[in-house]
Nanobody
Framework: QVQLVESGGGLVQAGGSLRLSCAASGRTFSVDTMGWFRQAPGKEREFVANIAWNYGGTDYADSVKGRFTIFRDNAKNTVYLQMNSLKPEDTAVYYC?????????????????WGQGTQVTVSS
């Protein structure tokens, strides 16, 4: 089992910044990729960013490229999502997730473990 605890959400004005954190515990040695996904009301869960746990390779959704940065601190078993130039359309519940096996790293169905979610609200 892998436990994930997110923090850092909140309310921010358009153009502002937030940093989300995701602390992982348990069988973290089994994790190959950590991902951030988001879900707005009435919409499907969508990919935001991911990072390969060991070598640090990253991938981003086109909608956040150049504005969001995912990075990790392996010593703390923590993954971060730095969000800059936030837009109202970024408003959603953001979920941290961990993938331990096969499957696309941008597909939420490939991820086995999930955090509780943290609300991000961007006002215009």
């Amino acid at each position: 089992q892998v436990q994930l605890v997110e923090s850092g959400g909140g309310l921010v004005q358009a153009g502002g910044s937030l940093r989300l954190s995701c602390a992982a515990s348990g069988r973290t040695f089994s994790v190959d990729t950590m991902g951030w996904f988001r879900q707005a009301p009435g919409k499907e869960r969508e990919f935001v960013a991911n990072i390969a746990w060991n070598y640090g390779g990253t991938d981003y959704a086109d909608s956040v490229k150049g504005r969001f940065t995912i990075f990790r601190d392996n010593a703390k078993n923590t993954v971060y999502l730095q969000m800059n130039s936030l837009k109202p359309e970024d408003t959603a519940v953001y979920y941290c997730s961990a993938k331990t096996g096969l499957g696309s790293a941008s597909d939420w169905r490939s991820y086995k473990y999930w955090g509780q979610g943290t609300q991000v609200t961007v006002s215009s």
